[in-house]
Structures are given as structure tokens and as C-alpha cells.
């Protein structure tokens, strides 16, 4: 007969219970500061050991060369937890903001030069969602993000091995969900179609008339209550930009040319997935995009509530990792971002009412598969 199980094997609580110790044995003479400190730290690495993990999954699913449709409902659902986690994390800083700065210097000095900076999770995180190393940003003497996971002495530690391997494990959650992406048909056609470009560059010519006839509605509105001659110039100017961004960003004229086909399609099918949702095929794709918005939006929200938390207990000197302290978190929360795309579709997105008619409505039903 199986032994009966107990709360405390299975779940491990003296074990877990027996960790915030930080540099010494046991937490028993530390103060409830430092205590806390080090246990939010660890709940935090847990909570990113299950958004790694969720990811992995995701991204597993997006990289088949074909990805069947009844699968994208747990891809939403991995999403979604992801950006659910990356909310837990942050709803901790106001913890953490309990400690004063006062308490926090007491036993600030024995971390330095050990810093987040080093947290490898969150490392491998950002990387397998995406992140190129250009987008980086320096931190400081620490040199590049992978000499800060090396031991003091420059050997490996079991950090700098865990994200090497991790660069090495393609694709990123990007490019599965791109390559992806550009499957989608568009307007019925699909890229191995023979007239595929044309029938791209008639959807994203019609949506671009559809799209500028809404922004000159929406100017001639914004016109009707301007004050001043210069007011009506400068609404002019914003609203015709909105135009030429919206067909420059469809033509893809901002990438190099042997790029420009394949981008192009990409984002054709970001705007044709969102305005046309109701077609069956397109409605949990749609949800996946929805999913990668919510996720991107909560680690950007973690980074900011970050910052603004590292300012309340710090102030404005220096990290222990040696970086620019709030200054370089700030940038992370501006810079870091991945799927810039799916964002940017945002600002073309228009009415229902006034899209271009579907084509092919058939290509769409449920069963045909990307
Ligand atoms: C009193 C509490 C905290 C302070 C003062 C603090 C401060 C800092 C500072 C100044 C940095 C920039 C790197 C450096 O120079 O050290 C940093 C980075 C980081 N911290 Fe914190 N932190 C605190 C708590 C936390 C917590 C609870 C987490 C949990 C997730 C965390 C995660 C990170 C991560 C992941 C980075 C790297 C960010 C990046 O490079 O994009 N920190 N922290």
C-alpha cells in the first residue's frame, strides 16, 4: 500500500523554511528586515522558475512548422499566467518598501557586488522572449550581462552556464510567433500562394485608404475645436504623420530592403488577425496577441514598480551591481521591449465599420490550420 502522504514531504516546508539565512546558517540572529528581504527575493525566483517554464512551453508550441489550432488555447492560458506572475512579483515591492532606507543600509554592504542584476532567470527570460543583445544596456564595471553571471574570479558559475545554454536554445518566443504570423493568410491567400504579394499589397493599399479616411474624420473633429491658427497646423501635422506612419509601418519601409516582403507581411497580418476576429480561424489568434500584450505590458509594469520602489528604499546612488541604480532601471523600462510590432499595430487599428470588406470568408472556417 502507497504511504500516506504528508503537507510538510510533499511540499518540503522545513527545507524551504530553513533557507533565508543569506550568508550564515540559519536566520535566527538576522533582523526582520534582512529576512524579509532575502525571502521576497526567493519567492520571486520561484515565481520566475514557473514563467520560464510557462514560456518554454509556449514557445514549443509556436516553433512546429505547423501549429494546430486547438493547441492555441493553452497558449493563451501560459500567456496569461506569465503576466499574471510578473504581477505577483511586482505586488511585492510595496513590502519591500516597509523597510526604511535606514534599515536597508544596515546590511546593504554585505550584497555588494551581488545584485538582481544577477538574477539568471529573469536573464533567460528576457532572452528566450526575445531580446537581442544590441537592445542592451551597459551596466557599468560589470561589463556586458554575462560577465556579471561569472564567479568574482571569472570562472563559470552555475548562472553563466544556465543562460549560455539558454542563448543557445532557439528560436526565441519572437521569432516562433513571427514566423507564425507570417502564415497567416491574408485576404484567403497564404505565402506559398503564386499572387500572394499582389493580394498583400491590395489589403494593406485598401486598409491604408481605410485607415487615412479615419484619421481625416478624426482630424477634421480635433480642427472643429482648435483655438488658434497654429493649433490647426499642429493638429495637421500629427494626424498626417498617423498616415504616413501607418503605410510606412505596413510597407515596412524602416527595414532593409531583402526584409521589407516578409516584414510587411508580418505586420498586414498583425492588422488583419485584429480587425477581422470574428472569422473563426482568427479568433484565438487573435487572443494570442492579446496574450502577448498583457505579458509584455506586466514585465514592463515590473520593471517601472522596480524602479520606483529601488528609488523609495535608495534613492538615486549607485546599485550594488555597480549600475547607474534607478537611472539604468528607468532605461530597462523604456528600452526592453520586445515585441514592438504588436504594439505598434495599435495605433492603425480602426472601426469595424469602416474596414475593407473580407475576402475568401471560407479560407477561414475552423480546421484549416496556420
Ligand atoms: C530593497 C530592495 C531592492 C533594491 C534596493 C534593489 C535595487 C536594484 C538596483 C539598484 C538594480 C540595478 C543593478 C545594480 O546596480 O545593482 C537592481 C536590479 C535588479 N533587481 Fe533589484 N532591488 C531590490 C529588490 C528586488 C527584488 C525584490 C527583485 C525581485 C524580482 C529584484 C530584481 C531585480 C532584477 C531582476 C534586476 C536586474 C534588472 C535588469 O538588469 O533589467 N530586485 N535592483
Request: charged share 30%; glycine share 6%; with cysteine.
Amino acid at each position: 500500500m502507497r504511504k500516506a502522504t504528508n503537507y510538510w514531504d510533499y511540499i518540503k516546508v522545513e527545507e524551504i523554511t530553513s533557507l533565508q539565512g543569506g550568508l550564515v546558517a540559519t536566520d535566527a540572529g538576522l533582523a526582520n528586515d534582512e529576512v524579509m528581504f532575502i525571502t521576497i527575493h526567493q519567492i520571486d525566483e520561484l515565481w520566475l522558475k514557473l514563467a520560464l517554464r510557462e514560456l518554454v512551453s509556449v514557445r514549443d508550441l509556436f516553433k512546429q512548422e505547423r501549429v494546430p489550432e486547438q493547441s492555441l488555447a493553452s497558449a493563451v492560458r501560459g500567456l496569461r499566467r506569465m503576466a499574471l506572475l510578473f504581477g505577483l512579483i511586482a505586488d511585492h515591492f510595496p513590502l519591500m518598501e516597509t523597510m526604511t532606507t535606514r534599515d536597508y543600509l544596515a546590511f546593504r554592504d554585505k550584497l555588494s557586488p551581488a545584485s538582481g542584476f544577477q538574477s539568471a532567470q529573469l536573464r533567460e527570460i528576457e532572452i528566450l522572449m526575445g531580446l537581442a543583445d544590441e537592445q542592451r544596456i551597459p551596466l557599468g564595471h560589470e561589463g556586458t550581462y554575462m560577465r556579471a553571471l561569472k564567479s568574482a574570479d571569472g570562472t563559470e558559475s552555475a548562472a553563466s552556464r544556465r543562460v549560455a545554454r539558454r542563448r543557445e536554445d532557439l528560436p526565441t518566443l519572437k521569432d516562433a510567433i513571427v514566423a507564425w504570423l507570417h502564415r497567416t493568410p491574408i485576404q484567403g491567400s497564404t505565402p506559398s500562394d503564386a499572387d500572394d504579394a499582389e493580394v498583400v499589397r491590395r489589403f494593406v493599399d485598401a486598409y491604408c485608404g481605410a485607415q487615412a479616411r479615419e484619421v481625416d474624420e478624426a482630424m477634421k473633429l480635433a480642427v472643429h475645436d482648435a483655438l488658434t491658427e497654429r493649433d490647426v497646423e499642429r493638429l495637421g501635422e500629427r494626424y498626417t504623420k498617423e498616415k504616413i506612419g501607418a503605410r510606412a509601418f505596413l510597407e515596412a519601409s524602416d527595414q532593409p530592403e531583402e526584409e521589407r516582403a516578409r516584414v510587411s507581411r508580418v505586420r498586414a497580418a498583425l492588422v488583419f488577425i485584429e480587425s477581422y476576429r470574428e472569422l473563426p480561424l482568427l479568433a484565438f489568434p487573435r487572443e494570442v496577441i492579446d496574450g502577448i500584450v498583457a505579458l509584455e505590458q506586466a514585465f514592463v509594469i515590473f520593471r517601472q514598480r522596480h524602479a520606483r520602489m529601488v528609488e523609495r528604499v535608495i534613492g538615486r546612488r549607485v546599485g550594488t551591481g555597480g549600475s547607474a541604480g534607478v537611472d539604468y532601471l528607468d532605461q530597462t523600462a523604456l528600452r526592453y521591449r520586445i515585441f514592438h510590432d504588436v504594439w505598434a499595430t495599435r495605433t492603425l487599428l480602426i472601426r469595424e465599420s469602416a474596414l475593407p470588406p473580407v475576402e475568401k470568408p471560407e479560407a477561414y472556417t475552423l480546421g484549416v490550420g496556420q
